[in-house]
């Protein structure tokens, strides 16, 4: 371009233009980079769901269905963070990040790349008969395609490995298959038909973000006071979605991509003018051409976002002490309340509880039982060292003992305390030990259940 990067910065201030830099090859490397991220990220417990467990990994804690308060508090804290990127940044998102853009791009340059190819090689050959092959050479790519990416989407929700096994078996009959075909049926469909029409008309993002965006919004702006526009149309050509941005600045369509802005200083660069499409923050850009701070030039520009990002650095850093302070171990202890203590034949008194027992960590662990707070109780029905592989859960049944003459009638208060190694905190949970209601209390060997 004939400009210099002083006077392109000069006639940009205020503007998020980064002189030199084409904004198709910024979206490129972005695009490749996520489209990795995409693949690998279901390998790692960074953020994914394991429905058959009922898991949710949220970097790298392993989340139980039965922590649902923080489950649903991570999921909130995504979501405010989403709509606090749109509000912000605009569409970035789609423009960059999303990959149901970045695959439909793929799907529109294949399909392009196949019609120069056929019209090349076979010109001999009727249109119509090119046209059906391409139609046949792009369905011969775009079915694996289909299949590969429903693996990699449904590996969200469930265990990779667990899903390649499914694959592999053609199961069409479990919920994780029925999902794998549906799914795969979907983006077929998807990247045949749709592609960039999903955006418009059936992705909700899209109108959320719209919805989302104020007066300090990231923008792709046109602006022509000296009517300079030669009506190239460059940029409506270049557009993705088939848009002219001179129309509006705020169509639904546009997904400030940023194509137009380089198809424009492609064309008038060559003229040594800038391009007349820039991103801006909002249409207020000119009330702030003159702001050089860095906060400023990120987006932090006015109240709300201040407000916001400190909402947000105080949300992620409770969340995370709140995950943090997560016991490994969990436990959870429920009386039997089918009776509330037995006498066995050798008169000692016993109440039964069901113990429900898991571990949330990557590493195996060892609990031992035992009663405390209550002199002469004991646990019998449990093994002195109760092993727990990560992940694996366990339900079990115990008795808490004692000899009547140790008690008092009726209730007598107890904790349960499991020990766990490796070390963590002891669980201690408060209990009640039943004994009968009258008093004395004797030992009988003849005695049998009593019943609440
Ligand atoms: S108008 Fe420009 S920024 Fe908007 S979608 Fe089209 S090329 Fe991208
Ligand atoms: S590329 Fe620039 S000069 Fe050409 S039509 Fe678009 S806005 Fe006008």
Redesign the pocket.
């Known amino acids: 371009m004939g400009l210099s990067t002083e006077s392109a910065v000069k006639k940009s201030t205020g503007f998020l233009t980064i002189p030199g830099m084409k904004f198709h090859r910024l979206r490129k490397a972005v695009q490749s980079i996520c489209v990795v991220i995409f693949i690998l990220l279901p390998l790692f417990k960074v953020i994914r769901f394991d429905l058959p467990h009922q898991r949710f990994f949220f970097f790298g804690a392993e989340l139980w269905i039965s922590e649902f308060s923080i489950i649903f508090f991570s999921l909130m804290f995504m979501m405010v963070w989403i709509a606090s990127v749109a509000m912000v940044y605009g569409r970035v998102w789609c423009?960059y990040f999303c990959p149901q853009m970045i695959f439909s791009e793929a799907a529109n340059l294949l399909q392009s790349n196949l019609h120069k190819f056929v019209n090349r090689k076979l010109y001999k050959v009727s249109k119509s008969l090119r046209n059906y092959l391409v139609i046949l050479l792009f369905s011969l790519v775009l079915l694996p395609a289909a299949v590969f990416l429903s693996f990699i989407f449904i590996s969200y929700f469930i265990d990779p490995i667990d899903l390649f096994h499914r694959l592999m078996q053609f199961d069409l009959r479990t919920a994780g298959g029925i999902m794998g075909a549906s799914v795969t049926l979907v983006i077929l469909l998807d990247f045949a038909f749709l592609r960039q029409k999903f955006c418009i008309s059936i992705c909700p993002y899209g109108y959320l973000q719209s919805m989302l965006a104020d007066k300090h919004t990231l923008l792709?702006n046109y602006e022509d006071p000296d009517g300079e526009c030669i009506s190239c149309k460059n940029?409506m050509r270049?557009?993705?979605?088939g848009?002219d941005?001179r129309e509006s600045n705020r169509?639904i369509?546009?997904?400030?991509?940023?194509?137009?802005?380089d198809?424009c200083a492609t064309v008038r660069g060559k003229m040594g003018k800038w391009s007349l499409?820039n991103y801006t923050w909002g249409d207020t850009s000119k009330a702030v051409q003159n702001e050089n701070a860095w906060f400023r030039r990120l987006g932090v520009r006015d109240g709300k976002r201040v407000a916001v990002l400190v909402l947000m650095l105080v949300y992620a850093t409770a969340l995370a002490i709140f995950i943090s302070l997560r016991q490994p171990i969990f436990v959870q202890i429920m009386p039997d309340k089918s009776e509330l203590y037995t006498i066995g034949k050798d008169g000692l008194i016993q109440n039964h509880f069901r113990m429900s027992i898991g571990n949330r960590s990557g590493r195996a662990a060892t609990l031992q039982v035992r009663a405390a707070e209550l002199q002469g109780v004991h646990i019998i029905g449990l093994d002195d060292n109760i092993q727990l592989a990560p992940g694996e859960e366990k339900k079990l049944v115990f008795d808490a003992v004692a000899a009547p003459e140790t008690l008092q009638p009726g209730i007598n208060h107890m904790s349960i305390v499991v020990d766990v190694t490796p070390k963590q905190k002891s669980i201690e949970l408060k209990e009640n030990f039943f004994a009968p209601f009258e008093t004395p209390v004797k030992s009988s060997p003849d005695s049998g259940t009593n019943k609440k």
């Not at 270049?238 to 979605?241: A, D, L």
């Not at 369509?253 to 802005?261: F, Q, V």
């Open positions: 423009g792709v940029c270049t557009c993705p979605m848009i941005i169509q369509e546009c997904t400030h991509c940023g194509e137009c802005i198809a499409i």
